[in-house]
């Protein structure tokens, strides 16, 4: 069984950072992709980025290109997800999902985390 845990959400101004961390427990970590995914109230959950080392494959929502960064270190069995220049619409709960076999963006991974709230204020 794959257990998810984010962690690093917080309150930020505009143009700030943030490091979002999901630790992973089970299942594979570099033979995977790992994706963050995001739902602000009222909004359906959308793909931010995902990564499979294995597979060297790494995407990004357009939406973020640019300003946020995917990688992970197998030591630690942790994904990231930097974020940078952060803007008031990223407010949102951000999600990691897992899956063995998928590699995208939309909503088709096997687990995933209970979230970590991202404030973006103005």
């Known amino acids: 069984e794959v257990q998810l845990v984010e962690s690093g959400g917080g309150l930020v101004q505009a143009g700030g950072s943030l490091t979002l961390s999901c630790r992973v427990s089970g299942g594979f970590f570099d033979d995977a992709t790992i994706g963050w995914f995001r739902q602000a109230p009222g909004k359906e959950r959308e793909g931010v980025a995902c990564i499979n080392r294995i597979d060297d494959k790494i995407a990004y929502a357009d939406s973020v290109k640019g300003r946020f960064t995917i990688f992970g270190d197998i030591d630690v069995r942790t994904n990231y997800l930097q974020m940078n220049n952060l803007k008031p619409e990223d407010t949102a709960v951000y999600y990691c999902?897992?899956?063995?076999?998928?590699?995208?963006?939309?909503?088709?991974?096997?687990?995933w985390g209970q979230g970590t709230q991202v404030t973006v204020s103005p």
């Open positions: 999902a897992h899956d063995d076999v998928y590699f995208g963006l939309e909503d088709k991974y096997d687990s």
